[in-house]
């Protein structure tokens, strides 16, 4: 059974979801797209899916028989439109993050689901999808190292444009490790604090860079995290749990070790899309896998609210310097 | 357009293949299988690929009008005869390594695809396709390191079986360092020794284990390769290429790194299957691919030819603790 | 010319450097000894330096025309007693850590100096000596890494005894990462916050056991340190300085790479007493030197006090979960 | 106790080893000097020892009642004449590597010292007194890797001057091989193998640069050595043991561990001078030691003359391309 797969949003992440699903792996086809951008949507269709109809709406393709399933990489603010609409045609959706800009609509979108009686959403933290947070999940899991107490974490890029402003080091950088440590160590933030100081001569204007990001769990486990997102040398994902009989770290992608011009080493990767490329591919296979089954095994729309409320928290955290609780509506039985 | 594959042999290796050529890679599908033990075939067909049919012969699959191109998994010296018959039936073959058990059937098949007029052979050498391996090779083709001057090498299993006897390190492991490492170098071997010591204590009978073999190419390259069977310690494959600038080494798998008990480390694989289970995906996805578009990509009959007279010299030299010239027929232009 | 050492207390660490000063190191040698248990002292100077004389209180040794210089190493408590009468006397004194038991202790010690007119002081602070933390400040005082940023660091001990209690996680054991980092960086301390988490089971009734201590400095360094003395796994110092152009980290003791039993590691040191043995080799010859030519190049008084208003900070901050001010007396110029 | 050194040969070697004897170790004193030549001899002992006496000849120095011991630094051709003139005195002697410049002058010193009746000779060999060498020895020693099976080495260069030709890799460089890998798998050669192959384009001239030296013991070790003069990247000393149950690796010098350009690496030693420093202090301080209490603790005649066969062998076979059998005299029971 091959799975029909109806595409919104054709810019960068959209085409290479695309590429992905129609061709790469098993078990799917893109049938249908749409992007804000018509004449975008054609193009696109035209090289990656050919046969695919273009849509002229999302709500169009929503609910066009022909899809059996609906990818959101569209703009942001346009996730819940188009996530809720899903819910309401029924269909599984896959909904790459943010699931919605807002805890507001975040809480709507989970309301929406849990009143449609059937998980259809997922979202799209991809990282829980990387060999190596598998293999540091499972060695955690197996309480070789005892219960986790400390997470010590590193988020480093490169470098950003000047576009990249404000609090994006928690709403676009950050939020991958909001999603991924809560996975790791299976247990809920309740409180965020925002640690800045010496700001690097790399960082743009007004942009705060590095800092640090301190989360407690409802366990008791400290998780700090370094932000830095003009860090120069390369990106550069760091995990290191500090456990009750010993600690696990997060894999380094195998590289080249080298000895030249008096320096022993490896390179290090530059572009942070090579990092967890992987990473997209076992997501969505799976995903095609289990929405053929009828079942969601990735991050819910429940993960969405959670990381959405937990970075609403960092923000304020880090607008306050304050330890800021982390509340959130309780959790349906309906996701556990 | 999907390729239509028959595969012979339907043992253990034949049943991950088809695995693979049925329902994981894309492109492909399995509609034949044969094995020496019909039933077996049949067994086999039904679990993983029920439509396709069995056939009562090597000889009547290949030339089952429904059947695109062949896949050799039966038991070692079948392999000429299946080869051989792909080729008159003028159908692309992938044939497991050996490409036959002696330096001579291995000739005959190169002389009959340059009768044919064309490629349709590849041989199942993997590690072309590993991840590491091709990475080392484009560190040692960008020339950073200079051109390479000594190789260091080691193939390390925990253990073999009793039925691992004789030259088995030379014609089942080392066979795979031949391959590899003389795509590595881009380069082709002129003679062959093999340094026995001190065995131990774990090997069994009659086998001499460990023991060290140097080849070395026609500029000069010496490859020093440590073959140790029963290294107790894990499946181990070190490679480092000495340049005239620099090192560059083959990277090792990613796996957490811990500290415990007083000490820091890692896991080491134990299990040889797990170390380049990846390779083969890589390997018969690309199959797959060129095979469609009517090339042949990747390890061909003279690669396969050239591995046989190298084995064959290693075997010579382990017996007589000789130096022994590695010598085959001139490359014909047809490979080049 | 030799220095003629008079040494105050005679327990484990008073022995053990009675050893190197009279044996092991050159230009000195110990003429006089005195311990508050008169037995014990006599016992010591038997065995490791028969030749010195036993006197009846530290006072007595300190005037001993005999004594050229003073060692101190006797129970915290009576440091400050020791330290001025040294002073007071013109002699130099190399005093173990803590300089006193209170800040206001140190600040005495500062303004006798002071008034004395004449740097005599050196505090036991032996990190400083250690080959990797020079290395390490060498590599981020030379630039190559830029400012320095953000400090992650740990100080990891396999298991305290039960007498190890309350805050001695800070007064023991972070004094030492107190000193070291403010000499690393160059740089003051403005503020500290103690963050606590989930206790390691491993950790005995009341203390708390593994907690997070953050520094903030003058130029806004942020400085995070895990303290965990019951992590089991090893002792284990870590350090890691991130720049504006890079990272540089504290080098691991050199020990011997293995591979066996499915792991690839190496052995982690257990005793602590090991891990910092040369650089108390290196602290003591170099006093020696300094002190013969009339000079302090070591940890001062200053320094010594710094400390301890510092570690007093931590302990209201780990008291009060806020974020303390660390305030100081203004540095005096006789310091600069 | 003070042990009286009389230096022969003030030379670079010379100057640094009356450093560390007359100022930086304990329990000695450099009381005589010589070299042919005289005046820098005299500029020698003015700056390093001024109250040592400047003797006209070795032997005159050897012949001097104020000296206890002699240590010989001079010429390499000279070192026999000054060894057995010590011997002949009856004084304890540390000849500078080689021994001698032949096997059968090395012999000569070997029975002159049975003669004399009591172990006088140590050889400086420095690399049993490296703390990592020492590290390896005590794994291999302990029986945790099982019975050593293999050795894979490599002594690596930056680069070598003009002057440096021949079989300088041998008896230059290769010898400090020699000697530690003997002493550190407890066992003696019995043939040597030299595999040259492609040249670097950075060898000067006629030097053959890199080549194997392969090495065979008595119980059947086999042993590879890398011998890179010329190899650009750093000084760099590896040697890996591989027993039956695993293996052990001499440790690498410690130094800081760096992110930066997005290289993650270390420094590598570009100065043979820095990797084996420490190595001459302790050599000396324990030469010094045994000296006093009349024993020879370090590399004995019988071992100097051992490296010195070896070394023959060694050119040899570079020179045949035949594998050539290690044949000494038998040991005599004075050595065991």
Redesign the interface.
């Known amino acids: 059974m091959t799975l029909k797969i109806g595409v919104i949003g054709t810019g960068a992440i959209g085409q290479e979801h695309i590429g992905r699903l129609h061709?790469?792996?098993?078990g799917s086809t893109v049938v249908a797209v749409n992007d804000i951008n018509l004449e975008n949507a054609r193009v696109v269709a035209e090289r990656l899916c050919p046969s695919a109809s273009v849509h002229a709406t999302g709500q169009a393709l929503i609910d066009s028989p022909e899809v059996d399933a609906v990818v959101v990489t569209s703009w942001g603010p346009s996730h819940e439109e188009f996530v809720l609409a899903s819910i309401a045609a029924g269909k599984p959706v896959f909904c790459e993050k943010p699931l919605a800009t807002t805890a507001e609509a975040c809480q709507r979108i989970v309301e929406a689901e849990i009143a449609a009686g059937r998980q259809l959403v997922q979202v799209g933290f991809m990282r829980r999808y990387d060999?190596?947070y598998r293999?540091?999940k499972e060695?955690v899991a197996s309480g070789?190292?005892?219960?986790p107490?400390?997470l010590?974490c590193a988020h480093r890029n490169?470098s950003v444009p000047a576009h990249y402003v404000g609090d994006m080091g928690i709403t676009d950088t950050f939020i991958h490790e909001i999603d991924v440590l809560r996975w790791l160590v299976d247990d809920d933030y309740v409180s965020a604090q925002v640690?800045?100081?010496?700001?690097?001569?790399?960082a743009l204007n007004d942009l705060s860079d590095?800092?640090?990001i301190?989360l407690?769990t409802r366990?008791?486990?400290?998780i700090?995290t370094?932000v830095?997102v003009n860090?120069?040398?390369?990106y550069?994902i760091q995990c290191q749990v500090?456990g009750?009989?010993?600690?696990?770290?997060?894999?380094?992608?195998?590289?080249?070790?080298?000895?030249?011009?008096?320096?022993?080493?490896?390179?290090?990767l530059?572009d942070w899309k090579l990092r967890f490329i992987d990473s997209y591919d076992v997501e969505l296979q799976e995903w095609v896998q289990a929405t053929t089954e009828g079942k969601v095994t990735g991050p819910t729309a429940w993960d969405g609210y959670f990381a959405a409320v937990t970075s609403d928290a960092c923000v304020e955290a880090k607008r306050t310097g304050q330890i800021v609780p982390i509340t959130t509506m309780d959790k349906p039985d309906f996701y556990r």
């Open positions: 061709g790469k792996l098993v060999a190596g293999q540091l060695v070789r190292i005892g219960a107490l400390l010590h490169p640690i800045e100081g010496k700001k690097s001569r790399h590095p800092y640090m301190v407690k366990s008791g486990v400290v700090d370094e830095f860090c120069q040398f390369g550069d500090v009750e009989d010993g600690t696990a770290s997060l894999p380094e992608p195998a590289t080249v070790p080298m000895r030249q011009a008096s320096q022993a080493g490896r390179a290090l530059m």
